[in-house]
């Protein structure tokens, strides 16, 4: 299993292949090699800022002379005019590196301020909002680390870090008892210690899924008020997921429900990118 540094890395491999190739022709043709200069990041529009971190490794990558002075971290409330960073040196390598770094930092950012947005409709209650695994392929550990920035939180990371069993497993099984204890088997015969979650559709599944001894029951395309129901009879035994069709103007009422996680795949899959650009100074 890769880390989050060797994810990252691959990433950037693959985008300066796919952007940059074997050179700028227009920037190589243009600017002589000597060039030096500078340019920062303006904000233009108001949101959380996301992915200075990733930037600084745009850069040292691609050229490690590249100086990059940062005013103003991840995570920060920002607005239009205010600079993020600022960085020096080869104007080629700077020029080469810019759209890079902004299609990061831009979809980083929109995706942070997304879940601001919704984790500010929870403020007072135990909820939060969780991602999902509706992400752009290849960017997925970008796209969580910004859930992550702009407060929320990250559900599994791919389909080897948890066990959760939906209604097509459930389905193909046999059912809810028959696949977890499957599950448990599979995890005692081949080393695994993962949580087990469980798709739930009615008070039925969430009672046998009680009797399997879950870590987390989801509750999918629950209304609030059986939501609330389900919530009552679960009772504090495991962790409570609610899922499936929430919106922004829905989301409090199931925070108020009393569930533990609301899992919104809006955060990452259909989400605009906040307004900057890199401009000389």
Known sequence: ?????????DLLTLAFAEDVGDGDATTLSTIPAEEQGAQHLLVKEEGILAGVDIARKVFEKFDPSLKMTVYINDGAHVKPGDIAFKVEGPVRSLLQTERLMLNIMQRMSGI?????RYQERLKGLKAKVIDTRKTTPG????EKEAVKIGGGGNHRMGLYDMILIKDNHVDFAGGIPQAVKAAKEWM???????KIEV??????????ALDAGVDRIMLDNFTPAATAEAVALINGQTE????GGITLDTLREYGEAGVDFISVGALTHSVKGLDMSFKAC
């Open 1 to 9: 299993m890769k880390t989050r540094e060797e994810l990252i890395d």
């Open 139 to 142: 960017l997925r550990v970008l």
């Open 199 to 208: 798709e739930t559709r009615n008070t039925d599944e969430i009672r046998q």
């Open 188 to 194: 005692c015969n081949n080393g695994k210690d993962l």
């Open 240 to 243: 409570v997921e609610s899922s």
């Open 112 to 116: 942070a301020t997304q879940t601001a």
